[in-house]
């Protein structure tokens, strides 16, 4: 099964064995491109599965594609651009990729939402019963919610109001950067009152903790993680989560009406 994984700076893709999770080959990454609107985005998701299917190991030509996008992804159709062009609003995300792949079917989920499904799958949360929050730190913060093994799709938790300030604008990683925070004060203050607001409105049974900076957590959870009460865990399958959950959604592993938001 193929799955695509839309991001800020790159675009990759896989052939991922679904009964374990991994790549069957290499992935292939091409820079997106800039502006990175729909059509832009089309014709190199058209790229990434020439590529792929060209392979030894290719699924069959007219299987389903999974393809993953950092914004609210309802239905197949983009309903908000915090960091992604603002033409995306309102686009049909599956329609428009499929139309670019000779009308193959194609399943559209949010970023966090794959990655998190993927992790709670194959990674941290496999074989793990209850509430998981997957908490995406990089450019923005994404949010998987996955109670039981069926994810609760779009929560946009990055996005909650927390203290009059959006949440991703203080506590991502990028806002370390833009802030030039230390890591004691980023994870002591910022971190700390994100972690503890998401854990009063949930209570969760695990937190894992997934994008660039889980590569390093002594980094950061030294200053924070005696503060919250529900494990915290970081991500293991990093930088192919994406491309793993989206071929995970599109896979019919999951119930369709799961994938169409009714149950
Ligand atoms: C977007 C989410 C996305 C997250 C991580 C946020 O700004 O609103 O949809 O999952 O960034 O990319």
Known sequence: MIGIDIGGTGMKGGIVDLRTGNLVSERFRIPTPQPATPQAIAQVARQIVDELQSRDL?????????VDFPAVVKNGVVFSAANV???WINTNLEQLISDALDSRAVYGINDADAAGLAEATYGQGRDKMGLIAVITLGTGIGSALINNGVLVPNTELGHLEIDGHDAESRASARAREV??????????KRLRRYFQHVEALFSPDLFIIGGGISKNPEKFMPYFEDEIRTPMVMATLRNNAGIVGAALWAGGMLPERQRRGEA
């Open 179 to 188: 802030h030039e925070l230390s890591w004691k004060k980023y994870a002591s």
């Open 58 to 66: 290719a699924p069959e030509p007219h299987s389903a594609i999974g």
């Open 85 to 87: 062009d603002p033409t």
